[in-house]
């Protein structure tokens, strides 16, 4: 009862864009995109690879995220495809979140476009106004500085929260509230239109599980007494079932706050001392860091790379190119030239290698200074093209696995 009186006082908020990807394509290409009915995000040049994102009346064909680009044609042959436009996603999530920092400085992004808002505490700032109140208004700001409409739902915490904008969110038959707010103390009455299956993190194995002793419905757990879910699921799962389907859900919201610098390195089991051997792990780390970094939506000033020699002396070397980076192509050729450096100066076996990018400046920021660089290539300096290539495949590996792609060749080789 504690956690349910310590929880009554939270306002929490989730504003989540309504068809992200589409509503971003649409804005960007109004004449075309933003008059297709059937708009269906994702896929590769060829009208293969995967949906990210379809337009409600493409969804109303049976058309969703993640469906083969090939089928989804089938179900909706006449639907207009376009690539995803990273680029102008990034700089609208960071646009959406300029917006809601305005309401509070506690806003964590948990995906490109859900963002949870911690409002505890503010009611003297908002003069005592509903939340509802100052849901409305922060989905008024989001659309007028963004032109994208957000779904803002709230409550005690972040469960609730997530639910009531689940409930609030359009569909493809129906416009959706735009706000919900469950108010304190109606959180167990809420919960109980539910399935077990809608509540998040009760996943296929649980509801699996679940159903095998008749618990299919929000309702069926609160019907039984804790000594028999107990008995069913063993006491941490059965207090923990039994605090989600009244809502209780004691995670907090948690600012982001932009990392320093990104680094992978490597131990190697056994020493190496084979030059090409190291590059070939080098372009690993720098992959992988620089997917990192794309994910964050930056892009580095400097690329450092640090070895341990086996004899336990570290050394690195760094580099600033003229124009920051964040394609794989780029980040490699610069720390496969740091390698050589370093190599050169004391050639032993090594026992660690590592790749740490840093000096960051936000994707969207960087981009007009970018697109003046033009036609002479400085070494890691790089293109339009190395940034696309270098999103798509993070979206296949995102999709398909970090396996996904084996490389043909190195770049820059
Ligand atoms: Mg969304």
Redesign the pocket.
């Known amino acids: 009862m504690d956690e349910a009186v310590r929880q009554s006082d939270r306002r929490i908020l989730l504003a ?5 990807y589409v509503s971003v394509a649409r804005l960007l290409d109004p004449e075309g995109a933003g008059r297709a009915p059937c708009l269906i995000v994702g896929g590769s040049a060829d009208r293969r690879g995967v949906v990210t994102s379809a337009s409600y009346e493409a969804r109303r064909f049976g058309v969703h995220s993640a469906m083969p680009m090939a089928r989804a044609l089938r179900l909706c042959p006449k639907a207009m495809v376009v690539p995803v436009p990273w680029e102008a996603c990034a700089a609208k999530s960071r646009h959406v979140r300029e917006v809601l920092e305005r309401f509070t400085p506690v806003v964590e992004q948990a ?1 490109s ?2 963002f949870y808002l911690d409002l505890s505490g503010t009611e003297g700032l908002y003069g005592g106004e509903p939340l509802a109140t100052t849901a409305t208004r922060i989905r008024e700001a989001v659309r007028a500085e963004t032109a994208l409409a ?2 803002v739902g709230g409550g005690t915490t972040r469960l609730v929260a997530k639910l009531a904008t689940n409930v609030a ?1 359009p569909g493809p038959d129906h416009p959706g509230a735009g706000v919900l707010i469950v108010p304190s103390g109606a959180e167990g009455e809420f919960l109980r239109r539910f399935t077990l299956a809608e509540l998040p993190l009760v996943g296929p194995k649980l509801q699996e599980r679940l159903r095998h002793f008749g618990l299919r419905t929000v309702d069926d757990v609160l019907r039984r007494d804790r000594a028999t879910l107990v008995a069913w699921l063993g006491e941490r799962e059965a207090d923990w079932l039994s605090d989600r389907v009244r809502g209780v859900d004691d995670g907090d919201v948690v600012p982001d706050r932009e990392p320093k610098s990104i680094s992978r390195d490597e131990t190697f089991a056994v020493d190496v001392r084979d030059d090409a051997e190291l590059e070939r792990r080098l372009l690993e780390l720098a992959d992988r860091a620089s997917a990192d970094l794309r994910e964050e939506g930056l892009l580095a000033r400097t690329v450092t790379v640090k070895i341990r020699d086996a004899d336990f002396t570290t050394r690195q070397a760094g580099r600033t190119p003229p124009e920051p980076v964040c394609s794989d192509r780029a980040i490699y050729a610069l720390a496969r030239e740091l390698l050589h450096r370093l190599r050169r100066a004391r050639r032993v076996p090594a026992r660690l290698l590592g790749v740490a990018l840093s000096q960051f400046v936000r994707a969207e920021a960087a981009a007009p200074q970018l697109s003046l660089l033009a036609a002479p290539r400085l070494a890691g300096a790089e293109s339009e093209r190395d940034r696309v290539l270098a999103r798509v495949l993070d979206e296949v590996r995102e999709r398909f696995g970090p396996d996904a792609l084996a490389r043909g060749r190195t770049p820059a080789g």
Request: charged fraction near 45%.
């Open positions: 989540d864009a309504d068809a992200f995906s476009d859900e957000v779904t969110k």
